[in-house]
């Protein structure tokens, strides 16, 4: 569990219970049918909205498709009925298995996929079944009547109780969403999100975890299509596999607002009774008057939020409150993070990194041309060189970001190459990002979470590491803002507490200090040092030539991807061919005279 | 002979297939320029081609404004001139709606103002389709020419196996071909081509060129509603149609620029002609209801194997 999620849940359920009470005793209350069926509809868009959110808020993958595991459901309990005179419950139960399934069979292929591609494909899925389904026959499905035991069959004279029903299967839905934002698995989505790269060097497996999401959201929104079939007692391919099914379960969930457990749910509660009302009332004066209307609705509140209400609302909220004062936190003890030592200090012999011939080229031009190195346990290396000289791809090659053309690298003995990217991590090779990507409205310490998790830690261990590693970079105090708030010095330092969170071996940092002015440059400088101090391995690529004379131990030079020169900073930087590769023959001329 | 017939009839789906096609590659081109270049996701392309096709037939069959070009000439005629109709439609869409969301405003956000493009052009797909409802009625309407129920006959030489090139699909391929031309010319040899694709390639680093990027999304924005304008002109010269055609013809948009590889024009046009193809050759071996589901199982498997389109060159920049 997240820290301080307990209060948050708490808070949050006090809320929803009571939304609960008040929603059922509305509906207790109207007779009118037409505005039952309204009630009875906004809880199952909901928890349709709670699906796509589930998978697509937070892995911000978007899905144009998601009617399909909607309609498997549907079609399930449908079918099972009048195949076999199965109960609508096992129905739905069967057909949440089926929507896991199909989410299993939809995302192998899909993963692979990235932004519009994926958005794409997903919205082909439900388009074949919707054929498909009308070609074997299925156009118009409709429900056995069952006079007995209403409960079972779920086939309810009074349409007050199916309202209850549907309200039971989203305090579930809700249920699993707050456990989900709440937890190591919302966390991890939310850092897949917002860079998949950088989620990946933190040791997430962002397949295997998109593809959980995915399941878990095509069981919500099957058992949703469920139920759904059994209050509109006809099911046909149009209804529950168009295209206008997967438009309403993002619908509801952007103009609600994406990434958050209300988002789908106030989506729900304006949005279906509100077309409902303007189909009713207005639908029979001027046929089509209602959808002009509905559109002009929806574009109006998205031009003014356009990150749905709940976001905008909160964030006006908090402006008006003024800046949040940094909060002491209360449930742990701050000394927890005051432990000296960073990580267990290397005990290998030799060399930490070895790296032996690395080459990695795109198309004609050799990025990484041949390049061997060796980092000894301890000591911080300096790679060096002029604009595009290779020296991030050699990151990226070297944790795994890239596949080497030819070439080896052995963390401790341990082979690195050849292996993917959240593996190379879980060895112990953290790494930082020349653009640094954060959750703004996340709190720090949440932040920092992403590293423990990655590194394989869990609940307190995990808290412990990211906040001994806030501790290590001096941003404790701050643990509780939200990384909005921070400046460029405090995100670096922050993502260098990210890194440090999953207790690597080898830091692999990339233009750290980049965009600093001097006096904060000089505090990084003053934490780098530190981790030195206790032992930590860093290689660090720098532009900042005075900042890394003071830092590295050892520089390697590089140019046009090759090693050019290696040594201690001082010889280096007096290296004739390095002058000349960094200023020109120009200079070079002029510095000999 | 079992084989003629069998001749006759995949030849006549290929011809079929070629002349839809290219009407098809017209409104991907369209949309490319909207989807591919811009990066915004319009659902409401297909409605903006429905209104192309109300266009074509109010100007030629409800008021008869292009009536005295007589049946054969007009209807192709009123499908070039919903063009600027509708050029004018999505430069005001642009201008009030669709530029708060996109742009240089929201290069810089998190998923980069997608899913506020997603509920807004869903709105204008939504105020659209009822709109034309309230407007043009919910009567299903054609522009009908003589052309379309007459053929050219081409013998194959090979038995008795005949090629029927309807005339009104052939003529409105040519057309198509012919804007794909000159759309094709203005983007690579004019100066407001190379704005446009500039401002497309990295808007941020176009403003500093001087470019104003927000009137090059707006013209492209426009020009690509025109385009599949016109492709929903010559979509009426063959297809009856309501106000809820777009629903129908989105989803091949989409399929035809993804299959292209996003961001190629040309691309596009050839991901159309595939949809095309395989929709008509599809037709030879499956029931009719399977012939849709069989364009996106097509689709899917392209996509999966290669992701950057059948004829892009890169995938999307992770």
Same mark, same amino acid.
Request: proline content about 4%; glycine content about 12%; some cysteine.
């Given at each position: ?32 049918? &037409? &505005? ?61 298995? !089926? ?55 779920? =086939? ?100 609600? %607002? ?23 009332? *207005? ?80 198309? %004609? ?112 105090? =701050? ?9 460029? $010095? ?18 692999? *940092? ?75 023959? $120009? ?7 | ?52 096709? &109300? ?9 008869? !404004? #292009?009536?005295? *070009? ?22 005001? #869409? ?21 899913? %506020?493009? *997603? ?47 309807? $005339? ?70 063959? #297809? ?13 948009? &989409? ?45 899917? #498997? ?17």
């Amino acid at each position: 569990m997240r820290p301080g999620a307990l209060p948050r849940i708490r808070r949050d359920a006090l809320i929803f219970a009571a939304l609960v009470a008040l929603y059922l005793a509305v509906s207790g209350v109207v007779t009118n049918s &037409y &505005y039952q069926l309204m009630l009875t509809l906004v809880p199952i868009w909901a928890v349709m909205g709670i699906s796509w959110n589930l998978f697509s808020g937070y892995v911000g993958l978007t899905s144009f498709g998601h009617a399909v595991f909607f309609g498997l459901g549907a079609y399930t309990v449908a079918l099972t009925l009048n195949w076999w005179d199965l109960s609508p419950w096992f129905g739905i139960a069967i057909g949440a298995v !089926v929507g896991a399934a199909a989410a299993v069979f939809i995302g192998m292929p899909t993963f692979r996929l990235r932004g519009h591609y994926f958005a794409l494909a997903m919205l082909a899925f439900p388009l074949v079944l919707l054929y498909v389904f009308q070609y074997l026959g299925y156009q118009e499905v409709s429900l056995p009547m069952k006079r007995q035991d209403p409960f079972f069959w779920l =086939q309810f004279t009074d349409p007050r109780a199916f309202t209850a029903v549907a309200v039971g299967m989203l305090v579930v839905a809700m249920a699993i969403s707050f456990a989900v934002e709440n937890s190591r698995f919302g966390l991890t989505l939310m850092a897949i999100r917002q860079n998949e790269l950088a989620a990946e060097a933190s040791g997430i497996d962002a397949r295997r975890w998109k593809m959980r999401a995915l399941v878990l959201s095509g069981v919500i929104a099957a058992t949703a299509g469920g139920l759904y079939a059994c209050i509109l007692l006809v099911v046909t391919p149009e209804a529950v596999f168009g295209i206008l099914t997967s438009a309403q379960a993002l619908t509801v969930v952007l103009f609600g %607002g994406v990434g958050t457990v209300w988002g789908p749910l106030i989506g729900a509660a304006i949005l279906i009774p509100l077309a409902e009302t303007l189909h009713a009332e *207005l639908g029979n004066i001027v046929p089509g008057i209602q959808g002009v209307v509905y559109g002009v609705a929806i574009i109006l509140v998205m031009l003014l939020a356009p990150e749905g209400i709940f976001w905008t609302l909160r964030d006006r909220w908090l402006r008006d409150r003024g800046p949040a004062a940094p909060v002491p936190r209360g449930d742990r003890p701050a000394s927890a993070a005051v432990a000296p030592l960073v990580t267990a200090p290397p005990q290998v012999s030799g060399p930490l990194l070895r790296v032996e011939g690395l080459s990695k080229s795109f198309g %004609g031009l050799r990025a990484v041309d041949d390049v061997s190195f060796e980092v000894k346990p301890g000591e911080i290396l300096g790679i060096i060189g002029p604009n595009g000289a290779g020296k991030t791809t050699l990151f990226n090659v070297l944790n795994g970001v890239l596949p080497a053309d030819s070439g080896r690298a052995w963390l401790a003995g341990e082979p690195i190459t050849g292996r993917k990217l959240h593996a190379i991590c879980r060895l112990g090779v953290g790494r930082t990002f020349q653009v640094v990507r954060s959750f703004p409205r996340l709190a720090l310490l949440d932040n920092v979470l992403i590293g423990a998790y990655g590194a394989g830690l869990t609940g307190d261990a995990a808290v412990a590491a990211a906040e001994e590693a806030l501790a290590r970079v001096g941003l404790l105090d =701050q643990a509780a803002q939200p990384a909005g708030q921070l400046t460029n $010095k405090g995100l670096r330092l922050m993502e260098l507490a990210r890194a440090l969170a999953g207790r690597p071996r080898l830091l692999l *940092l990339d233009e750290t200090l980049a965009g600093l002015g001097r006096e904060e440059c000089d505090e990084l400088l003053e934490v780098l040092g530190r981790l030195r101090a206790e032992g930590m391995t860093i290689v660090i690529i720098e532009h900042t030539m005075h900042a890394m004379l003071r830092l590295a131990d050892r520089f390697v030079v590089l140019d046009h991807g090759k090693v050019l020169a290696e040594g201690a900073p001082r010889t280096v930087v007096e290296d004739r061919s390095v002058i000349e590769a960094y200023l020109g023959k $120009k200079w070079l001329a002029r510095c000999s005279t | 002979m079992e084989w003629e017939i069998l001749l006759e009839n995949v030849l006549n789906a290929l011809a079929a297939g070629i002349t839809i096609g290219c009407i098809y590659g017209l409104m991907c081109v369209g949309l490319s320029l909207i989807f591919g270049i811009m990066r915004v996701v319009n659902f409401a392309q297909g409605d903006l081609l429905m209104l192309g096709a &109300y266009a074509a037939f109010y100007l030629v069959a409800a008021w008869g !404004v #292009l009536a005295f *070009l007589g049946p054969e000439v007009a209807p192709f005629a009123g499908a070039i001139l919903a063009g600027p109709i509708v050029f004018a439609v999505g430069w005001l #869409l642009h201008r009030w709606i669709v530029a708060r969301v996109s742009g240089l405003r929201t290069v810089a956000s998190l998923d980069e103002g997608h899913f %506020g493009q *997603l509920i807004v052009t869903l709105g204008i797909a939504l105020i659209l389709q009822n709109g034309g409802l309230i407007l043009f009625g919910s009567m299903p309407r054609a522009v009908r020419t003589p052309l379309s129920s007459s053929a050219w006959m081409v013998e194959t030489g090979i038995g008795d196996a005949t090629i029927f090139l309807n $005339k009104a699909r052939v003529i409105s391929g040519l057309a198509a071909i012919l804007v794909v031309v000159a759309l094709y010319w203005l983007l690579e040899r004019t100066r407001l081509g190379k704005a446009l694709r500039a401002a497309a390639d990295n808007p941020t680093a176009a403003t500093y060129m001087g470019i104003d990027v927000d009137r090059a999304h707006r013209i492209a924005f426009a020009l690509g509603s025109g385009i599949t304008a016109v492709a929903g002109g010559l979509v009426a010269s063959y #297809l009856s149609f309501t106000p809820f055609m777009g629903l129908d013809f989105v989803v091949i948009m &989409y399929a035809g620029v993804v299959l292209g590889g996003m961001g190629s024009l040309l691309g596009a046009f050839w991901g159309g002609l595939t949809i095309g193809f395989v929709q008509q050759i599809s037709a030879l071996v499956l029931p009719p209801q399977l012939q849709n589901a069989a364009i996106f199982v097509v689709f899917l #498997l392209i996509v999966v194997l290669r992701p950057q389109g059948l004829f892009g060159r890169s995938a999307e920049r992770a």
